[in-house]
């Protein structure tokens, strides 16, 4: 263990941290201050990404890979890192911006490209430092391992640090808030303190941090001796697993939905402790020889987990199309595959000195790692263009119905990929032959944001009204004061051209029940219920399913006929799933009403 190296920053580079540090905060701040007064460069996502990847990323870069503030090569890092963050950056903010027309903003994306990002220059900011240090690009892999540790366990702290700090403030405020100060409480929530003070203290945090090496070794050694007591089990788990399933079938794999991610984390488990332990030093194993047997033997079998979980995720792809969190799995999937395939060639070919190949292959496969996820983040490979094309090829190909076709995931989960194939879809020759198509694209593109809905169609024009729900039987008129009441209370149906179905149903004579259907997915739908008698229309309640027959799924077609249901409820079937009205407490009232004596 190299805990006994430089364990001191000099003088200069010690300021020059917390200096980098107060910099950045500032920065952060003018770009806070940008968004709330809606200036640039916050009137323009593309410049607003750009400059918080590059205030976010970089000193975030040389906090771990700095090794000395006068070092020449910092200055080729920033010219290299900067620039790519910035491009980087400025794609992220096109997603929003880029196919003419804003869209909502997605913490989402944001969340999924600084954490991508982030593991990418940790492991460049590693190398980086290990270049600096040793003045050669030669790297040594115990002096790699070493400080991956410490940039891991220097962040934990600093996190640790800044979380004290704020919670002491906090603290600070709720005290003096009872006896009626409230000035500290409403200084620390204020923008001009919160981005300075925590820059300054995370600097500062950072610099005891990084001079207290033997405090960070000492953590790592307690990491790595409760690591080196779960790797056998971790490695059983593994062994286990794949022998029983020649006894137990593949199905329930299948059939679970998320069996790749349990396989692929127990990979992920298994390599990191594995890793952790055993590849420090090949010379001198931990274990008794029928531990490291057994250890081995679980890392040898790993490429049969990832092609199982591989398999897993080709089922799910093939019946549901490319979406992103699927793509992520895959791109995931293939990185851990790299590790798993290699470990077992390189343990079948070497056997022994397996663990020293081990290491130089991980040395490869880590700038494979950084290389990838930079390389998602970018034009070339993102995964939002690939699942929108997917998506559309999907209802081109006659695999989705166009009624159930979720054309919202493109509009607002696919940034500007998403929008750009629904205009294309607009236009083209199949949207012509489909007008529900045509009408659903146009109507989606109109929406603000995903939940709420915005009425593409004006309220007191009845016949538009009429029109934008799928209306069953086919050819049956909605009476006008239903359409009143559905323009006023269903701004969701009015949103999307046939989104809603509305059934109606006549068990008596003189009374018709309206069934309004707004949600339906498998066996369940909900919805709502009116009814009509004597000219006059009042809703009753809820609509609901029970349930269904075996493999049914609740929901109506053209052809659909109801017929009532010998029960003490108000009930329908179609002969293969069941439907309820169940009345609200406004019926009940009303019902009360009208039957008390004038």
Same mark, same amino acid.
């Given at each position: 263990?190299?805990? &006994?190296? @430089?364990?001191?920053?000099?003088?200069?580079? #010690?300021?020059?941290?917390?200096?980098?540090?107060?910099?950045?905060?500032?920065?952060?701040?003018?770009?806070? $201050?940008?968004?709330? &007064?809606?200036?640039w460069p916050a009137s323009d996502p593309r410049w607003l990404m750009a400059f918080?990847?590059?205030?976010?990323?970089?000193? +975030?870069?040389?906090?771990?890979?700095?090794?000395?503030?006068?070092?020449?090569?910092?200055?080729?890092?920033?010219?290299? *890192?900067?620039?790519?963050?910035?491009?980087?950056?400025?794609? $992220?903010?096109?997603?929003?911006?880029?196919?003419?027309?804003?869209?909502?903003?997605?913490?989402?994306?944001?969340?999924?490209?600084? *954490?991508?990002?982030? +593991?990418?220059?940790?492991?460049?900011?590693?190398?980086?430092?290990?270049?600096?240090?040793?003045?050669?690009?030669?790297?040594?892999? #115990?002096?790699?391992?070493?400080?991956?540790?410490?940039?891991?366990?220097?962040?934990?702290?600093?996190?640790?640090?800044?979380?004290?700090?704020?919670?002491?403030?906090?603290?600070?405020?709720?005290?003096?808030?009872?006896?009626?100060? /409230?000035?500290?409480?409403?200084?620390?929530?204020?923008?001009?303190?919160?981005? !300075?003070?925590?820059?300054?203290?995370?600097?500062?945090?950072?610099?005891?941090?990084?001079?207290?090496?033997?405090?960070?070794?000492?953590?790592?050694?307690?990491?790595?001796?409760?690591?080196?007591?779960?790797?056998?089990?971790?490695?059983?788990?593994?062994?286990?697993?794949?022998?029983?399933? !020649?006894?137990?079938?593949?199905? @329930?794999?299948?059939?679970?939905?998320?069996?790749?991610?349990?396989?692929?984390?127990?990979?992920?488990?298994?390599?990191?402790?594995? @890793?952790?332990?055993?590849?420090?030093?090949?010379?001198?194993?931990?274990?008794?020889?029928?531990?490291?047997?057994?250890?081995?033997?679980?890392?040898?079998?790993?490429?049969?987990?990832?092609?199982?979980?591989?398999?897993?995720?080709?089922?799910?792809?093939?019946?549901?199309?490319?979406?992103?969190?699927?793509?992520?799995?895959?791109?995931?999937q293939l990185l851990i595959a790299g590790f798993t395939l290699s470990y077992s060639?390189?343990?079948?070919?070497?056997?022994?000195?397996? $663990?020293?190949?081990?290491?130089?292959?991980?040395?490869?496969?880590?700038?494979?790692?950084?290389?990838?996820?930079?390389?998602?983040?970018?034009?070339?490979?993102?995964?939002?263009?690939?699942?929108?094309?997917?998506?559309?090829?999907?209802?081109?190909?006659?695999?989705?119905?166009?009624?159930?076709?979720?054309?919202?995931?493109?509009?607002?989960?696919?940034?500007?990929?998403? *929008?750009?194939?629904?205009?294309?879809?607009?236009?083209?020759?199949?949207?012509?032959?489909?007008?529900?198509?045509?009408?659903? *694209?146009?109507?989606?593109?109109?929406?603000?944001?995903?939940?709420? &809905?915005?009425?593409?169609?004006?309220?007191?024009?009845?016949?538009?009204?009429?029109?934008?729900?799928?209306?069953?039987?086919?050819?049956? =008129? =909605?009476?006008?004061?239903?359409?009143?009441?559905?323009?006023?209370?269903?701004?969701?149906?009015?949103?999307?051209?046939?989104?809603?179905?509305?059934?109606?149903?006549?068990?008596?004579?003189?009374?018709?029940?309206?069934?309004?259907?707004? @949600?339906?997915?498998?066996?369940?739908?909900?919805?709502?219920?009116?009814? /009509?008698?004597?000219?006059?229309?009042?809703?009753?309640?809820?609509?609901?399913?029970?349930?269904?027959?075996?493999?049914?799924?609740?929901?109506?077609?053209?052809?659909t006929k109801l017929v009532p249901v010998e029960s003490p409820f108000v009930a329908?079937?179609?002969?293969?799933?069941?439907?309820?009205?169940?009345?609200?407490? &406004?019926?009940?009232?009303?019902?009360?009403?009208?039957?008390? !004596?004038?």
């Amino acid at each position: 263990m190299e805990a &006994h190296g @430089n364990t001191r920053l000099d003088t200069v580079s #010690r300021y020059g941290l917390i200096i980098l540090a107060v910099v950045q905060g500032f920065t952060l701040y003018l770009l806070h $201050l940008s968004i709330d &007064h809606e200036v640039w460069p916050a009137s323009d996502p593309r410049w607003l990404m750009a400059f918080y990847a590059l205030a976010g990323g970089l000193p +975030v870069f040389f906090y771990l890979g700095l090794e000395r503030v006068t070092e020449r090569r910092n200055a080729w890092a920033a010219a290299t *890192v900067g620039p790519l963050l910035f491009g980087l950056g400025w794609h $992220l903010g096109w997603l929003r911006w880029g196919a003419g027309l804003e869209l909502p903003d997605r913490s989402y994306f944001t969340f999924i490209f600084f *954490v991508s990002v982030g +593991v990418s220059l940790f492991i460049l900011a590693l190398y980086f430092r290990i270049w600096c240090i040793n003045r050669t690009p030669r790297f040594d892999y #115990r002096q790699l391992l070493e400080h991956s540790w410490q940039h891991a366990l220097t962040l934990a702290l600093l996190g640790l640090f800044l979380g004290t700090f704020w919670l002491l403030l906090v603290l600070w405020g709720e005290l003096f808030d009872i006896i009626g100060v /409230s000035f500290f409480e409403e200084l620390f929530e204020e923008p001009v303190f919160l981005y !300075p003070a925590s820059a300054f203290v995370g600097g500062w945090g950072l610099v005891l941090i990084r001079e207290r090496i033997r405090l960070v070794a000492t953590v790592q050694s307690m990491c790595e001796v409760l690591i080196k007591a779960l790797l056998p089990l971790a490695a059983l788990i593994g062994i286990l697993f794949l022998g029983a399933l !020649p006894f137990t079938g593949v199905t @329930n794999i299948w059939e679970t939905g998320h069996a790749a991610v349990l396989m692929m984390s127990l990979a992920i488990v298994l390599l990191f402790f594995f @890793n952790s332990v055993l590849s420090e030093n090949p010379e001198h194993p931990p274990y008794p020889t029928w531990i490291q047997a057994l250890v081995i033997f679980g890392v040898f079998l790993l490429p049969l987990n990832s092609l199982l979980a591989a398999w897993a995720l080709g089922l799910r792809i093939e019946q549901y199309g490319l979406t992103v969190d699927r793509l992520w799995a895959a791109t995931i999937q293939l990185l851990i595959a790299g590790f798993t395939l290699s470990y077992s060639v390189l343990i079948l070919l070497r056997r022994t000195r397996a $663990l020293g190949a081990i290491q130089s292959a991980n040395k490869v496969l880590a700038f494979v790692v950084a290389g990838v996820l930079m390389l998602v983040n970018t034009p070339a490979a993102d995964m939002r263009a690939w699942a929108a094309e997917s998506q559309v090829n999907r209802l081109l190909n006659g695999d989705v119905e166009a009624d159930t076709f979720d054309y919202n995931y493109l509009r607002f989960n696919l940034g500007a990929y998403g *929008v750009m194939e629904l205009r294309k879809l607009q236009g083209s020759e199949f949207a012509k032959q489909n007008p529900l198509v045509a009408d659903r *694209v146009d109507a989606v593109l109109k929406q603000d944001t995903r939940w709420k &809905h915005k009425p593409v169609v004006d309220k007191n024009d009845r016949q538009a009204v009429a029109d934008m729900f799928m209306v069953i039987p086919q050819g049956t =008129i =909605i009476p006008e004061p239903l359409l009143d009441i559905l323009a006023k209370n269903n701004e969701y149906c009015l949103s999307t051209p046939k989104q809603c179905q509305l059934v109606k149903t006549q068990p008596h004579s003189g009374i018709a029940y309206w069934l309004l259907v707004t @949600n339906r997915h498998g066996s369940y739908i909900s919805g709502n219920a009116y009814s /009509s008698e004597s000219g006059s229309m009042k809703a009753i309640g809820g609509l609901s399913s029970p349930g269904c027959h075996e493999s049914g799924e609740a929901g109506f077609t053209e052809d659909t006929k109801l017929v009532p249901v010998e029960s003490p409820f108000v009930a329908f079937t179609d002969g293969q799933c069941f439907y309820l009205i169940q009345p609200n407490i &406004h019926y009940f009232r009303e019902s009360r009403q009208s039957a008390a !004596p004038s």
